[in-house]
């Protein structure tokens, strides 16, 4: 027989589950490979099968589609449509169907060239995996639905202003479709243009810059922050604050006041920055933002008409004490304080060695720039440190004082440093003095650090006692308060635990504060007396 045979170069390959015999079961043609040979030549050896093996070759070479069970032509000159077979017609089993992915054939099959490969072999494209985008520069754009609803907002929006909104006319845009509080429409205007917004100047920074799609504190972040920045300073808030003094009805009483006006706005500042710039760097970056309670805070704000129950960062009274508690100790009033000044806080209750160390500027670098001399902000982080002791803020603020060698733990030998002073006033007070090492056993138990040798921020910060340990080292009035367990004192965290120890002290503080200026104006002869939402600093 003359045909041309196609092989690797281990010679002709036969499959033995292509013969299937009824005479011979499958597992004889395995087990006898010499048998499976010889039938195969048997069957080769036919002239039909012949031309048909001579025919497939032909059409192979020329390129031409290959029919293994539909050949026509002289390849199949009897008509028929199937392979010639060694078996009378109709005494051959059929094929047992085969999955593609588990035919033995599959595996057994050489590769050849790719005009010689062969019809029975079923070649599968490597199917490649989409992924979809998960990072976008900018943001996840919004979804289709919500930014139509967008468009229609403004459209309706826009319709009776076709020459763009003014800036007193943009608050209900930043309020009512940003979602933003309405003290940020003037910086969000100035962020879209100085003198007037038209629809297509908002929807190309509002929609096509993506805001749409952001959370709110990203919102007020990209407001808020300068472009070149990749996060907030001190002055970014001013605008908002100003905005929020000229339109909040509870502050409205400020207007006549401008001097008051800039002082709430920096204690404001002042105050957001301490609990939140963690990193005290004056630096605010989103991810502190994101953390903190502040977005919340300026929303309560817009809606709350009482500033004064806004206890976070806006309070009026909040400031009211701390204002006057500044006030009062700068005797000369150039807005700075030294040690002197600073000794006389709270009845002379600090030690004057906790007074060096903070003028020191162990806990925090001065902003005052004059040496010995603390100014406002500085006195803002300090009385915040002081009224709060259990705040993160606070335990690193003292912490750093007590931290002589500043090694990060502090050892009994840098604990007894600093009560040694309290037990010297104790004993001119003609208090019974409680020696160091029953001193020193009590603030182990209350802090129970990992090791008995020393206290790191971490143990403190794992305690609630902890603000206690500062009192005992260096405020001798508070120490003798804790001692005695005011009933009142314990009774009152309890009803409320969601006020801090600042929120109680300044709610304190500022009625004291007004009865002694209503005192003050009766003796004066004044018949009228501030009311104590109303009250003015001075």
């Not at 050489?110 to 199917?127: Q, Y």
């Not at 967008?150 to 930043?174: K, M, T, W, Y």
């Not at 009512?176 to 920074?205: N, Q």
């Not at 915040?384 to 606070?394: R, V, W």
Request: aromatic share 12%; net charge negative.
């Amino acid at each position: 027989m003359d045909i041309d045979t196609v092989g690797g170069e281990d010679g002709p390959y036969l499959d033995t589950d292509l013969l299937q015999l009824p005479e011979v079961s499958p597992y004889v043609l395995k087990s006898s490979p010499q048998l499976a040979e010889n039938l195969f030549s048997q069957w080769l050896a036919l002239p039909d099968t012949c031309r048909v093996v001579k025919s497939l070759i032909d059409d192979g070479k020329a390129g031409k589609p290959i029919n293994l069970f539909g050949i026509s032509g002289t390849a199949n000159a009897g008509g028929g449509n199937s392979l010639p077979s060694m078996f009378p017609a109709g005494s051959g089993p059929p094929l047992s169907p085969r999955s593609s992915s588990s035919s033995p054939r599959m595996s057994k099959q050489k590769t050849s060239p790719s005009s010689l490969r062969s019809p029975l072999k079923l070649i599968r494209e490597p199917v490649q995996e989409v992924i979809p985008q998960f990072y976008f520069q900018n943001g996840r754009p919004p979804a289709d639905e919500l930014k139509e609803q967008c468009l229609s907002r403004i459209n309706q929006i826009f319709s009776n202003h076709p020459n763009g909104l003014q800036i007193d006319e943009f608050r209900p845009v930043a309020k009512g479709l940003c979602k933003l509080p309405s003290f940020l429409s003037s910086a969000l205007f100035r962020k879209i243009d100085l003198e007037k917004v038209t629809r297509d100047a908002f929807i190309k920074y509002w929609v096509d810059g993506n805001m749409l799609a952001m959370d709110v504190a990203t919102c007020i972040f990209n407001i808020l922050k300068q472009p070149e920045n990749k996060y907030l300073t001190q002055a970014d808030f001013r605008p908002a604050l100003r905005e929020l003094l000229a339109t909040h009805s509870g502050l409205e009483f400020l207007q006549n006041t401008p001097e008051f006006q800039e002082r709430y706005a920096q204690t404001v500042i002042y105050r957001i920055f301490y609990y939140i710039n963690r990193s005290g760097n004056g630096r605010l970056t989103l991810r502190e933002l994101k953390r903190s309670n502040l977005v919340a805070a300026m929303q309560h704000a817009d809606e709350e008409d009482d500033i004064n129950k806004v206890i976070r960062y806006f309070s009026y009274e909040h400031f009211y004490v701390i204002y006057c508690k500044f006030w009062e100790l700068d005797t000369d009033h150039d807005f700075l304080i030294d040690k002197e000044n600073l000794i006389r806080y709270g009845n002379h209750s600090l030690t004057y060695r906790i007074v060096d160390r903070i003028f020191s500027q162990v806990p925090r670098k001065f902003t005052s720039c004059i040496e010995g001399k603390m100014g406002y902000e500085d006195f803002v982080y300090f009385m915040l440190s002081e009224e709060d002791k259990l705040a993160e803020p606070s335990l690193e603020y003292w912490f750093r004082c007590i931290d002589l060698d500043g090694n990060g733990v502090l050892t009994p030998n840098e604990l007894q440093f600093f009560y040694e002073e309290q037990l010297h006033r104790m004993e001119c007070m003609a208090q019974e003095p409680v020696l160091f090492e029953d001193i020193l056993c009590q603030i182990v138990d209350m802090i129970a650090p990992k090791r008995e040798a020393f206290i790191t921020l971490r143990d403190l910060k794992a305690s609630k006692l902890s603000g206690n340990v500062f009192n005992i080292l260096f405020n001798l009035n508070k120490f003798m308060a804790f001692e005695s367990r005011d009933p009142f004192l314990i009774r009152q965290e309890r009803e409320d635990p969601t006020l801090t120890d600042w929120d109680r002290f300044a709610h304190r503080e500022y009625i004291r504060l007004s009865m002694e200026e209503d005192v003050e104006n009766v003796s004066n002869g004044s018949a009228d007396v501030w009311d104590e939402t109303l009250e003015a600093p001075f």
